[in-house]
C-alpha cells in the first residue's frame, strides 16, 4: 500500500456546489495532517492544519479518521478562485527524521 | 518579510552541464527540502537537511547534489549523471515537520 492515496480526480463541479476529497495513509504513526493548495505551474501553499479529529476554516472541514487511516477536505459553496489541485499531506518518518510526504493530488476545476 | 527565495525562475541546461539550483530562507527554520514535480505528477524528494552541515537522501537523490554550509541556505546541484533532469524544483523550510512546510515559489529547469 502506497503510504499517501488520494482520489485523482479530476472533479468538474459548478460553483456553489460542495465537493468532498479523500486520502487514506498508510503510516499508523502519524500526529499532523496537512492539507496543501497548488495553482497551476505554482508552488503549494499551506491549506489547512489537522491535528486531532477534524479541522473547519470558513468554507473548508478537514476531518480525520484515525481507525481507518483516513481523511477528508470538504468545501462548501465552491467558488472559481477553488479551482486547483489539493494535495493530502501526512508526515512521514525516515532515519529518525520526520519529512512530510505527498500526494499525488486531486484536481478541481469549478465552473460558472 | 519573512520567507524563501528561489533562483532563478527559469533555467537551461545543456547537455553534460552541471547548473546550481539557489534556496535561501530568512525564516529561520532549521529543516529544510528539495523536490522534484514533473508534469501531472506528485511532489519527490530530493534531499532533505535537518540542521547545518548535515544533510539526508531522499527518494530520488541519483544526479544530485546539496550542500547546508549555512542555516538560511540550501543549494541543489544538478549534475550531468543525471539524465532527465527537466523538471519543475521546489525548495521548503520548515520549523518542524508538524507545522507544515513554506515552499519557494520553484525553478523551471529545461535541458536544451
Known amino acids: 500500500r502506497k503510504e499517501v492515496e488520494q482520489d485523482p480526480g479530476p472533479f468538474n463541479v459548478p460553483e456553489g456546489a460542495t465537493v468532498a476529497f479523500n486520502c487514506t495513509y498508510s503510516?499508523?504513526?502519524?500526529?499532523?495532517f496537512f492539507w496543501y493548495r497548488q495553482d497551476c505551474r505554482k508552488e503549494p501553499k499551506l491549506l489547512m492544519s489537522?491535528?486531532?479529529s477534524g479541522n473547519e476554516d470558513g468554507r473548508f472541514t478537514a476531518q480525520l479518521n484515525r481507525a481507518s487511516q483516513y481523511i477528508s477536505l470538504l468545501i462548501r459553496d465552491s467558488k472559481l478562485s477553488d479551482s486547483a489541485t489539493y494535495l493530502c499531506?501526512?508526515?512521514?518518518?525516515?532515519?529518525?527524521?520526520?519529512?512530510?510526504?505527498f500526494g499525488a493530488g486531486t484536481r478541481l476545476a469549478v465552473h460558472p | 518579510d519573512g520567507g524563501i527565495t528561489q533562483s532563478p525562475k527559469y533555467l537551461f541546461r545543456k547537455e553534460g552541464q552541471n547548473v546550481t539550483l539557489s534556496c535561501e530562507q530568512n525564516l529561520n527554520h532549521d529543516a529544510m527540502y528539495w523536490y522534484r514535480q514533473d508534469p501531472g505528477q506528485g511532489l519527490r524528494l530530493i534531499y532533505y537537511?535537518?540542521?547545518?552541515?548535515?544533510?539526508q537522501k531522499g527518494d530520488i537523490a541519483e544526479g544530485y547534489s546539496v550542500s547546508r554550509e549555512k542555516k538560511e541556505s540550501f543549494p541543489l546541484t544538478v549534475t550531468s549523471a543525471q539524465k532527465n533532469p527537466t523538471a519543475f524544483y521546489l525548495c521548503?523550510?520548515?520549523?518542524?515537520?508538524?507545522?507544515?512546510?513554506?515552499f519557494g515559489s520553484g525553478t523551471r529547469l529545461t535541458v536544451v
Open positions: 489537522v491535528y486531532s
Open positions: 503510516n499508523s504513526a502519524s500526529q499532523s
Open positions: 537537511s535537518q540542521i547545518v552541515n548535515d544533510f
Open positions: 499531506v501526512p508526515p512521514g518518518f525516515s532515519g529518525g527524521y520526520n519529512k512530510l510526504i
Open positions: 521548503a523550510s520548515s520549523i518542524s515537520p508538524d507545522s507544515g512546510y513554506t
